[in-house]
């Protein structure tokens, strides 16, 4: 009897070591199933791209150093890839979702497990489709990586969160936008602007037809609002506003900002951002949300705006009259440009760990590379229309590159992208980087092209250290700020101008570089930067290919359909789960 006392002592200790162990170590699961569903966001019914139903996505919220597992179900007519915008995917580029590190996930039912870490990261993000031009009909949701209870922010705890998702939008389908692409055509001006997946609230009888369903955003008053907002549209910068409120910003893209008050941010497509919003207005009535176009000719682009509602618990009528005004000038580049310049870090502030976001002196480190990525107007190369970085339009390697590099495919990719633009006409090319791992690169973004661009890192964050007007030349580096240059992993490019930005090259992997523009990235404005630490023999610095890696191109035979079972997904391995399970069984019969 003893003995067996003993036994099932023993026994329980173990189990708790493993529920110790898992406690220490957390998971957040998640089953996200795309498919399509009917929706009549601007009155017009099409197909959109749901996730577990609905449109947008679902909020998808961890806390910092989780380790993530998401089971993601392709119920679509095609090919799926889903990438996760900010998040670094620290050692694992097989995580990334993007056609050069993965294979697409197979049409038909198939499913694939993403499993990563959000290591040493907070903020506000999101995930959506990369491939096939899906993110233009939806498939898109937040990810917020919250602190760790031990780590303080920066502001006074908010009484509530809120996500707005806003994007220019075509009642196209996202098919026949690629296919107008592809048939040498622009997309031409978008359809509207979706706040949440929905259209325009009336504010004005003709321009905004009957029985469109608008978003309403409910608070009560005197309190105070974490507002994260991102824009996944296909193209168009927007500008954000809520009538008579400002907004403090204090983080983007998983940094926090030295804290300033606006009346109207500029979002980006691609760009997250996260404000204070205080309730302090009377209730006399509902308030406005606005995210209206940038940089066209208004008197066109009239339709182009998303209009919400603000409601506070107590108000006493609804919102009325004209939209709160726009910053002066839709064509005031500079106006934007000081903008976007005064976004600082907050250097003194915690971020993921309890030490000062800026006590990493990114301005006393000598860069090693340098490359100027040139865009121009898409240009017809062998009769098709493409996009390109310094003359090179890239086209995606039949077997992803890592993978190609693990089995020894030959002439997948090349290791030639230029550092700079050549003199020599534009070609289809899978050209990358080749990048030195502990590097400490600058790239300078010249945008000759006739739009505003926003440009993406995958797996980094990046310093923008500067932005002006007419060709980049060396003297500019004269005006960079060395010191509290904004970290994120999206920037804009204003057409005529020039961005440049300092990375250190500490994450192992294969990481997209691209335009986030969506006919610009489908046409081709994209590159990757391959960077291996030469002296780990030991898979120190880089995670292997994961077990139920896909596979494809000339790795294809190798393929064989994946199910992952909740064991696999709760605990990430299933020879932990059965030994957990031996363990609790024991425990279990013996105590009966």
């Known amino acids: 009897m003893a003995s067996s006392s003993l036994l099932v002592h023993r026994l329980c200790c173990i189990a708790l070591f493993f529920t110790l162990c898992f406690a220490a170590d957390p998971f957040a699961n998640f089953e996200l199933e795309y498919s399509y569903i009917t929706a009549s966001p601007l009155g017009v019914p099409q197909q959109v791209v749901a996730v577990n139903g609905k449109f947008p996505g679902p ?13 993601v179900k392709n119920k679509l007519d095609e090919e799926l890839l889903v990438t996760w915008s900010g998040i670094q995917m620290r050692r694992t580029s097989w995580q990334d979702g993007v056609l050069g590190t993965n294979c697409p996930i197979p049409k038909g039912g198939w499913n694939f497990t993403y499993q990563f870490q959000v290591k040493d990261q907070i903020g506000s993000f ?20 919250t602190n760790r209870n031990i780590i303080p922010i920066p502001f006074s705890p908010p009484d509530g969160d809120i996500v707005i998702i806003i994007g220019d939008w075509y009642t196209r389908s996202h098919k026949t936008l690629r296919k107008d692409l592809d048939d040498g055509k622009r997309l031409g001006m978008p359809d509207g602007v979706l706040i949440n997946g929905k259209g325009p609230y009336r504010y004005n009888t003709t321009l905004v037809p009957d029985g469109i369903d608008h978003e309403t955003i409910n608070v009560d008053p005197g309190k105070t609002y974490r507002v994260r907002v991102h824009n996944v549209g296909v193209s168009t910068c927007l500008n954000f506003r809520i009538q008579n409120h400002n907004l403090l910003l204090v983080e983007t893209e998983g940094y926090y900002t030295s804290q300033q008050n606006y009346t109207s941010v500029d979002i980006h497509v691609g760009q997250s951002y996260t404000f204070l919003v205080t309730m302090d207005q009377n209730a006399s009535s509902d308030y406005y949300i606005v995210a209206s176009s940038r940089f066209v000719n208004q008197t066109i682009w009239q339709k182009v705006t998303g209009v919400g509602i603000l409601h506070y618990s107590n108000s006493k009528g609804k919102a009325a009259g004209p939209l709160p005004d726009p910053p002066n000038d839709v064509y005031d580049t500079s106006y934007a440009l000081n903008q976007a310049m005064s976004i600082r870090q907050n ?68 290791l030639d992208f230029p550092t700079k633009p050549m003199n020599r006409p534009p070609k289809v090319d899978t050209s990358i980087i080749n990048a030195t791992y502990k590097g400490f690169i600058e790239i300078v973004l010249q945008n000759n092209d006739t739009v505003v661009q926003s440009f993406h890192m995958d797996g980094y964050s990046f310093f923008v250290v500067g932005m002006g007007f007419g060709e980049w030349t060396e003297n500019n580096r004269g005006s960079y700020n060395r010191w509290d240059a904004i970290s994120r992993s999206t920037t804009q490019v204003f057409p005529g101008g020039w961005t440049a930005v300092l990375v250190s090259l500490d994450n192992v992997g294969v990481w997209n570089l691209r335009a986030e523009n969506l006919d610009r990235w489908y046409l081709g404005q994209e590159t990757y930067m391959r960077i291996i630490n030469p002296e780990d023999h030991s898979n120190k610095t880089e995670m292997p290919v994961p077990d139920n890696a896909l596979y494809c191109g000339a790795l294809a035979s190798m393929q064989k359909q994946q199910k992952v079972s909740s064991a696999t997904t709760l605990f990430g391995s299933s020879e932990l789960y059965f030994t957990l399970l031996l363990v609790l069984s024991a425990v279990i019969s013996l105590v009966s």
Do not use: C, E, W
């Open 59 to 71: 909020i998808l919220n961890v806390t910092t150093n989780y380790n993530v597992v998401v089971d």
């Open 347 to 414: 250097v003194s502030a915690s971020g993921a760990r309890p030490n000062p976001q800026g006590s990493f002196h990114y301005g006393q480190i000598n860069v090693t590379d340098f490359y100027l990525l040139k865009s121009v107007p898409p240009v017809s190369i062998d009769g098709k229309l493409r996009a390109t970085f310094n003359g090179i339009s890239f086209k995606n390697p039949v077997t992803p590159i890592r993978l190609a590099d693990l089995y020894y495919v030959k002439g997948d990719y090349k």
């Open 126 to 145: 999101f995930y959506a489709p990369s491939v096939n031009m899906q993110r233009a009909a939806g498939g898109f949701g937040s990810f917020i990586v």
